[in-house]
């Protein structure tokens, strides 16, 4: 960021000028302060957002964006929807969950192009398929996660414990029978540190693929304010862009708003989050997501009786 | 006699259906999306749709905070009991009990997971944890404030400390006792909620923290609502069984409980 953009951020953050910052302004000195809430604390699957700050792509974009970490119990949707904060990140699961009910949330970009959540096992059981997950021992999930439902529907759980998972992995590290969720750029790694040799069935490989590190934000903002939508989106692409190709200067950002994760497995996580994140998508397109797949979450989440009105044409834009 | 139980039962009836309706209206009137805050015909809707889950629920959860309770009622005496027997015992030990009040159990809470395991063991150690102080500290100041005048009259007999313990400490420290364990009914039920947050087997529904836990995430704000209600209605019960065993108890000779 250079010192003349900070210079002008600071100008616009000060109250005497703010008159001067109204949002639709188009002079260099009108910048749009806005928040994007963030779902967990600062690390990698955050990553563009970040690069995005420290490129001064929001800047460039009119914008003065907020990140705010958030944590395990954070209301991201309800925030976004009751207009507390205008952007949000969530999952694609969460999302039609949230627009069932009744909340008018829009999804606008998509970090995570492929789910990357799994279940890990102790790679010492040798097991070779998810299916033989569910053979016994315990599972760590954390309650009411849609693709319990599917895992339920799909394999059985008679012969398994069902316990909350709570982001703690201490009980995962002590019991070799213990089965739990994880983020596959997070607890593996977490676990591998630890001494403990993990192995992760992923969720995608049997068909639960959402959209992650989803970008949400209320219809109302993106019929009243679409230049502001897609100016942030641009930014934000232009951010992971930057992240993709070299994660360090974001990375160290992160790691000073979250000293207890390890320098380097900042590093790691970034490594093994990238093909997930890059798919198929070329530097124009990253983000970009198809009603396809919206259509294939909300058919399944039918299914498992999580919605009533699957409305996937409504629930996201690539602006 | 009728007159009687209206003077009981309409005060909180009325308060009830009163703040209720308030609510209702309110939230009609204002643009408060039922995904953020749920009317109370919602709520009760959702009780309704959800009578299994949420009986099923409340019933394992009542299981467990019965259980909590019960060992803090019974250690918590015993415990009390070895306090007063003297100072020294006193000075000694009663820091540990003030430890139990103090403890942050969410913080213990998922290592309690690793030395009990998953299930309802873990439940209840939370739920006893959580419930087991007011208990240790009321009857250990009832058993302390026995009035002199009764003691001097045992010493008389040359009644032992083990008579005296058993005919005129206990009996006297009773109504303390109970104070201790009103306070400890809701603690007992908060704890065992506690407890399935961190450590419910909860395959087949889980216990209502399990519940709570499942709708937030599910963003059934309604059901959310209705689970919460039970509970709360639990700790109710709890609270009206300890009444009861106080007015059974002491209604003889005890002045808070002689009268309506």
């Given amino acids: 960021m250079s010192i003349l953009h900070q210079i002008l951020g600071l100008l616009c953050l000060s109250p005497l000028l703010l008159t001067g910052c109204s949002s639709e302004d188009a002079s260099p000195l009108a910048l749009h302060k806005t928040a ?81 959540e799994g279940i890990m096992v102790h790679a010492s059981r040798g097991l070779e398929s998810m299916a033989e997950v569910f053979q016994g021992g315990t599972l760590g999930v954390i309650p009411g996660s849609p ?41 593996p790694i977490v676990a591998r540190h ?44 232009q951010g992971w862009r930057a992240y993709l190709a070299d994660p360090d200067p974001a990375n160290r950002v992160m790691h000073a708003l979250n000293p207890t994760m390890a320098a380097a497995t900042f590093a790691e996580a970034a490594i093994i989050q990238k093909p997930l994140i890059q798919g198929q998508l070329d530097d124009a397109t990253l983000g970009t997501m198809t009603l396809e797949r919206w259509r294939t979450l909300a058919e399944q989440l039918e299914d ?14 690539n602006p | 006699m009728i007159g009687s139980v209206l003077a009981a039962w309409l005060p909180p009836l ?10 209702e209206i309110g939230l009609w ?14 709520v009760f809707i959702a009780l309704h749709v959800h009578g299994a889950d949420l009986t099923r629920g409340i019933l394992r959860t009542t299981l467990a905070a019965s259980a909590g309770l019960s060992a803090s009622a ?21 820091p540990y009990a003030v430890f139990f009040q103090t403890v942050p159990i969410i913080a213990i809470a998922p290592l309690l997971v690793i030395w009990f395991g998953y299930g309802l063991k873990t439940i209840i150690a939370v739920s006893f944890i959580v419930s087991v102080f007011p208990i240790v500290a009321n009857t250990l100041s009832g058993l302390l404030s026995t009035d002199p005048a009764l003691r001097d009259l045992f010493r008389l007999h040359q009644a032992g400390t083990l008579t005296t313990l058993v005919k005129l400490r206990i009996p006297a420290a009773l109504p303390q006792f109970l104070t201790g364990l009103r306070i400890a009914s809701g603690l007992a039920v908060i704890g065992a909620i506690v407890g399935e947050f961190v450590a419910d087997d909860y395959k087949d529904g889980g216990g209502i923290g399990t519940v ?14 209705a689970a919460v209600l039970m509970a709360s209605l639990l700790g109710l019960v709890f609270f009206a069984l300890v009444n009861l065993i106080g007015r059974f108890t002491m209604r003889r000779w005890h002045i808070a409980e002689t009268r309506e």
């Fill in chain 2, 74 to 94: 019974i250690l918590g005496v015993v415990a009390a009991i070895a306090l007063s027997s003297n100072d020294w015992m006193r000075r000694a030990f009663y």
């Fill in chain 1, 194 to 237: 630890a001494g403990v040799d993990p192995q992760v069935f992923m969720l995608k490989d049997i068909g639960f693929n959402p959209y992650t590190g989803l970008i949400i934000t209320r219809r109302q903002t993106l019929e009243q304010h679409p230049a502001r939508v897609s100016a942030l989106v641009r930014a934000v692409r």
């Fill in chain 2, 29 to 42: 009137l204002s643009d408060i999306p039922s995904y953020l805050m749920p009317r109370p015909s919602e």
């Fill in chain 2, 212 to 225: 709570v836990m499942v709708s937030i995430k599910e963003f059934k704000i309604d059901k959310v609502f």
């Fill in chain 2, 14 to 23: 009325l308060s009830f259906a009163g703040l209720t309706l308030a609510l």
């Fill in chain 1, 304 to 317: 498992l009786g999580l919605i009533e009105r699957a409305e996937p044409e409504g629930a996201f834009v």
């Fill in chain 1, 147 to 187: 693709f319990l439902k599917l895992l339920e529907r799909d394999y059985g759980l008679d012969k398994m414990k069902v316990v909350p998972h709570d982001n703690n992995i201490a009980p995962f590290l002590q019991d070799p029978k213990m089965a739990q969720q994880c983020f596959i750029s997070s607890e």
């Fill in chain 1, 36 to 116: 994007l809430q963030l779902n967990w604390v600062p690390e990698p699957e955050f990553g563009g957002y970040y690069a995005a700050s420290e490129l001064g792509a929001f800047m460039a974009e009119g914008l003065a964006v907020e990140i705010r970490p958030g944590g395990a119990q954070s209301p991201v949707e309800q925030m976004v929807a009751a207009g507390q904060v205008e952007f949000g990140i969530t999952s694609a699961d969460s999302l039609l969950m949230a627009r069932d009910r009744g909340a008018d949330l829009v999804a606008i970009y998509a970090a995570y192009q492929t789910f990357p």
